[in-house]
C-alpha cells in the first residue's frame, strides 16, 4: 500500500490507498450498492477492512471505478462506478473536499503493515440485540460524494460488521462446492439503524458483496 498526506486547509489528511490492482468492483444500483469480489479481491477487502478498524486518523481507499464488474451480472438502468473509501466518524472528514484530497494525492510513499488474525471478534461474541437498542452508536454509516462510496464508524461497528465481512475468505471460497444448486455467496452490511430503506442523501441502504470466484469480464 501507499500512504499520503495531503494539506486541507489546516490539517493534514492522511489517505492510506492499497497499491496492489484489485480485482474488486462497486456499483450503485440505486436501489443497493453492489460490489464484486475474487478471493484476492476479497482478502485485500478484509484486509483493508482491518486496518481502518485500527486507522483512527486516516482515510483508507480502495481505488475501483475503473473495474468492470464480472460478466453476467445484470441490473436495472445503468449502474454507477464507485470507488471506496473506510474511515472512521470521529476526524468528521467532509466528503465534499475529497474531489480535491484524490487529485493532489501524488505517488505517494510506500508501506507495509498487518492486522492481527483475530481483529474481528467470533461471531458468538457480539451481541446483535443491542444493535437494535435507540440509544446503540456503533453502527456504519454510507455517504457517496465524488463517485465514492464513504463506509463511516467506530472501531467496534468496523470490527463487528468485519466479522461477518470475513465470510468472503473463511466460506465464499468452498461454498459452490459444498452448496451445489447455490447461486452464489454474498454478504450485506447495513448502516443503521435499520429503520428506513434509504439512509442520507437517498444513498442506498444496504451494500451486497458478491463472491465472484471465476471472475470473467467481455
Same mark, same amino acid.
Given at each position: 500500500m501507499?500512504?499520503?498526506? +495531503?494539506? &486541507?486547509?489546516?490539517?493534514?489528511? @492522511?489517505?492510506? *490507498?492499497?497499491?496492489?490492482?484489485?480485482?474488486?468492483?462497486l456499483r450503485d444500483d440505486r436501489r443497493w450498492l453492489s460490489m464484486y469480489a475474487d478471493r484476492a479481491g476479497a482478502e485485500q477487502l +478484509?484486509? &483493508?477492512?482491518?486496518?481502518?478498524? @485500527?486507522?483512527? *486518523?486516516s482515510l483508507v481507499y480502495l481505488p475501483m471505478r475503473a473495474n468492470p464488474a464480472p460478466d453476467g451480472i445484470a441490473s436495472d438502468g445503468e449502474?454507477?462506478?464507485?470507488?471506496?473509501?473506510?474511515?472512521?466518524?470521529?476526524p468528521q472528514f467532509p466528503t465534499a473536499?475529497?474531489?480535491?484530497?484524490?487529485?493532489?494525492?501524488?505517488?505517494?510513499?510506500?508501506?507495509?503493515?498487518?492486522?492481527?488474525?483475530?481483529?474481528?471478534?467470533?461471531?458468538?461474541?457480539?451481541?446483535?440485540?443491542?444493535?437494535?437498542?435507540p440509544t446503540y452508536r456503533d453502527h456504519l454509516g454510507f455517504t457517496i460524494a465524488a463517485h465514492t462510496l464513504f463506509v463511516t464508524g467506530s472501531p467496534t461497528a468496523f470490527r463487528e460488521q468485519g466479522t461477518a465481512?470475513?465470510?468472503?475468505?473463511?466460506?465464499?471460497?468452498?461454498?459452490?462446492?459444498?452448496?451445489?444448486?447455490?447461486?452464489?455467496?454474498?454478504?450485506?452490511?447495513?448502516p443503521g439503524p435499520w429503520s428506513r430503506p434509504q439512509h442520507r442523501?437517498?444513498?442506498?441502504?444496504?451494500?451486497?458483496?458478491?463472491?465472484?470466484?471465476?471472475?470473467r469480464v467481455r
Open positions: 501507499r500512504v499520503h498526506k +495531503v494539506r &486541507l486547509g489546516g490539517e493534514e489528511v @492522511r489517505v492510506i *490507498r492499497s497499491a496492489a490492482p484489485t480485482r474488486l468492483a +478484509v484486509a &483493508l477492512w482491518a486496518l481502518a478498524a @485500527r486507522s483512527a *486518523r449502474p454507477v462506478a464507485l470507488d471506496l473509501v473506510l474511515v472512521h466518524h470521529s473536499s475529497w474531489k480535491d484530497v484524490r487529485a493532489r494525492l501524488g505517488v505517494g510513499r510506500p508501506h507495509t503493515t498487518a492486522t492481527p488474525d483475530d481483529d474481528f471478534p467470533d461471531e458468538t461474541a457480539i451481541d446483535y440485540e443491542r444493535w437494535h437498542h465481512l470475513r465470510a468472503l475468505t473463511d466460506e465464499a471460497p468452498s461454498h459452490l462446492h459444498r452448496h451445489p444448486n447455490a447461486t452464489h455467496f454474498c454478504v450485506e452490511l447495513a442523501r437517498n444513498v442506498p441502504g444496504n451494500l451486497h458483496i458478491q463472491y465472484a470466484g471465476a471472475w
